[in-house]
């Protein structure tokens, strides 16, 4: 077999396609492994450039041939398709992969260690329990209404309304049952959510990029350490424009003929990342038509032309940015070089 210098995996469950060429760019390899025979055929290979799609289990294999002297690199599925010819197959996608990691334009996926994913499986897991207790709120509240009785919206406002309703003489017995436990499965809800943050506010307080981050007006513990989790290393973008656009926060260009036509933000990107980014910026947003904080001039008269939300996308593009730069140069925030800041602290 000629020497291999660049190898496409399109992985699965339990099969894994194959596809490598040589110096020549000519085909050498085509091959189907089973899942248990994946480190055995890769460990008797020299070391090569192996690329794979950053899906379920590719930061996994990443690990694994690397360990074996491989350089892997992984890439985003839509980077990809444009790649693949008709007739999509496995065979295809590996090709599709091995023709897409060898041009120069590709941007890769930086491969994340184990606790890189632990870190990131606490935010998941807390975003999904936020996800549960909304639900179960929003059921508690529609059940509740049926039968006449209603409260004002927040979280506070649901146990006295489960208590509300266990003692409601017009509710019916076998309602109370399903109502306390409802309220049953909320409060445990709340208890792991409870723990789940302090877990993230542990890891955060012993990141030291989470914290620098935290002084950016907009950027809280939770902002923080999901641009920490979710950019493990930032010198992958080339510029913190890069970076706003990776998450979204640009405008969708449908240019041509030399006529700009700029429409709403792509929203590519990490959709939980980009709505706390625009959270907080809503937050600062707030405080500054209430004079608090610094006085940034050009959110003022950014919010005289153009809608809140706008103005809150608009600021969480340059909140990212900031951030990106942080990141990467290791200083700290600055307030006094943002354009128009008055310097005035609250």
Not at 214 to 238: E, S
Not at 266 to 286: F, Y
Not at 341 to 346: I, Q, T
Request: net charge positive.
């Amino acid at each position: 077999m000629k020497q291999i210098i660049r190898i496409g995996m399109d992985t699965s469950k339990h099969f894994f396609q194959l596809h490598g060429v040589d110096t020549a760019e000519q085909v050498v390899l085509r091959k189907k492994l089973k899942r248990k025979d994946v480190l055995e055929f890769f460990g008797k290979l020299p070391p090569t450039v192996i690329g794979m799609e950053a899906c379920g289990a590719g930061h996994y294999w990443a690990r694994e041939l690397r360990a074996l002297g491989h350089e892997v690199r992984l890439m985003a599925p839509q980077h990809i398709k444009a790649y693949v010819k008709r007739n999509k197959n496995d065979g295809r996608d590996a090709e599709g992969l091995c023709e897409a990691m060898s041009r120069p334009t590709m941007q890769f996926v930086a491969v994340k260690s184990e606790q890189q994913q632990a870190a990131l499986m606490l935010a998941g897991v807390r975003q999904q329990l936020i996800a549960r207790r909304t639900q179960l709120g929003n059921a508690i509240r529609g059940y509740a209404a049926e039968f006449g009785l209603i409260a004002a919206r927040g979280l506070d406002k649901l146990e006295p309304l489960l208590e509300q309703l266990a003692q409601a003489p017009s509710v019916p017995e076998l309602a109370r049952e399903m109502f306390a436990m409802q309220g049953r499965d909320y409060t445990r809800l709340q208890e792991e959510l409870k723990a789940v943050d302090k877990k993230l506010l542990a890891w955060h307080r012993a990141n030291a990029d989470s914290r620098r981050l935290t002084q950016i007006p907009g950027v809280g513990p939770i902002g923080a350490t999901l641009l920490v989790m979710k950019m493990p290393d930032p010198r992958t973008f080339p510029s913190g424009r890069h970076f706003a656009a990776w998450l979204g926060l640009t405008p969708k260009d449908h240019s041509t003929a030399g006529k700009t036509r700029l429409g709403k933000i792509t929203r590519a990107g990490d959709e939980m990342l980009r709505s706390v980014l625009v959270a907080g910026a809503t937050a600062v947003i707030q405080q500054a038509r209430r004079s608090r904080g610094r006085q940034l001039r050009w959110l003022l008269d950014l919010l005289k032309r153009k809608p809140p939300k706008l103005a809150a996308v608009a600021l969480a593009n340059k909140i990212a940015r900031i951030a990106w730069k942080l990141m990467t140069t290791g200083e700290s925030y600055d307030g006094t070089r943002m354009p128009g800041a008055s310097g005035v602290a609250a």
